[in-house]
Nanobody
């Protein structure tokens, strides 16, 4: 299973970006999808999760600003990021698991390469 994340870039405070994570492989609908981020000098942290059936979980820091979704027919998961803040600057990773549905990075078996999001003040 290969994951390809895209959509990062440079945006001003208050702006929006949409990240995409495409899975190359069969049966995308069986994977729970997670989004994580890592800033320089910090540990990787949970951002959002969308389960097999579309249920979502968000970190407190992004709830109300970020929206995780998935298109099973298109083998793609999305992270819509609105009202971006400088503290959202990080490399964002998507991850997938066919047995785990939660917020711990250790539960995910498959990871994308990361896409950089930079929010300028």
């Amino acid at each position: 299973v290969q994951l390809q994340a895209s959509g990062g870039g440079l945006v001003q405070t208050g702006g929006s970006l949409r990240l995409s994570c495409a899975i190359a492989g069969p049966n995308f609908s069986k994977y729970a999808m997670g989004w994580f981020r890592q800033s320089p000098g910090k540990e990787r942290e949970f951002v959002a999760h969308v389960a097999w059936g579309g249920q979502t979980i968000y970190a407190d820091s992004v709830r109300g600003r970020f929206t995780a979704s998935r298109n099973n027919a298109g083998n793609t998961a999305y992270l819509q990021m609105d009202s971006l803040k400088p503290e959202d600057t990080a490399v964002y990773y998507c991850a997938a698991s066919d047995y785990y549905s939660g917020t711990s990075a250790a539960g995910y078996d498959y990871w994308g390469q990361g896409t950089l999001v930079t929010v300028s003040s």
